[in-house]
């Protein structure tokens, strides 16, 4: 019978002492945590304010490793599902077509060094099996969402396909989140929405299994 590989392990329990941060406290000190930082965070910002850095947080996505199911998920909480569904989506494509149009004026060298050779050959992997729906298939998973849509760009995709498909897959994961936010207590919210994308990104793995460089 074949051991555990000690570096899954550590990968295991690294993702469980990440996903109790949020969790432990609220077992411990009960909802009133949770009603303490609902109340701070309604009286230190405005929606107004809230809106805007979770646009720009998202739409700068691409260049900066900013943690996009988290962000979709407080502003859930903060602005509610209608606005905080309506301002991820509204950061995560204006960040999507942003780096589409960049890629696409200035090519290929620009989408490898933005999201780097593996990555890249992933996306190009899935590219060739599924074509633009690689862009709705992709969007759940760190790094493979910005390295599908640099992909895409380096083809002669029009831009009303990009558009449409990014902006239907967006609007999916925004609500998925939103809602998340929205209606679940929060330590569990943040933790699903660690949770989630490591999963898409495990479950990647496991579908394009030959463009992981292994």
């Known amino acids: 019978m074949k051991s555990v590989p000690a570096h899954l392990v550590r990968s295991l329990l690294w993702i ?9 406290p609220f077992f411990i000190f009960g909802p009133a945590l949770e009603d303490r930082i609902t109340g701070w965070l309604d009286a230190s910002m405005s929606p107004g304010i809230v809106a805007l850095a ?11 490793p ?4 988290v962000v979709s998920t407080f502003a859930g909480r903060v602005l509610g599902f209608w606005a905080g ?15 589409f149009g960049l890629v696409r004026l200035v090519g290929r060298p620009l989408a490898r060094r933005l999201s780097g050779d ?13 074509g633009v729906f690689v862009l709705v298939l992709a969007r759940p998973v760190p790094v493979l969402a910005e390295a599908s849509i640099l992909l895409m760009a380096t083809t002669q995709l029009a831009w009303w396909r990009f558009l449409t498909a990014v902006g239907l897959s967006n609007l999916g994961i925004a609500a998925a989140f939103a809602a998340l936010g929205d209606r ?6 943040i933790a699903a929405s660690i949770a989630l994308p490591l999963a898409a990104a495990c479950l990647a793995h496991l579908v394009w299994p030959a463009a992981t460089g292994a």
Do not use: E, N
């Open 118 to 130: 593996q990555a890249l050959a992933r996306a190009d992997a899935a590219a060739l099996r599924w």
């Open 184 to 189: 679940v207590q929060l330590p569990i919210a």
């Open 54 to 64: 979770v646009i720009g947080l998202l739409a700068s996505d691409i260049l900066l």
């Open 66 to 69: 900013v943690p996009s199911s």
């Open 16 to 24: 469980a002492a990440v996903l109790a941060v949020p969790i432990v």
């Open 85 to 99: 569904t309506g301002t991820s989506w509204c950061g995560m494509t204006v960040g999507a077509a942003a780096a």
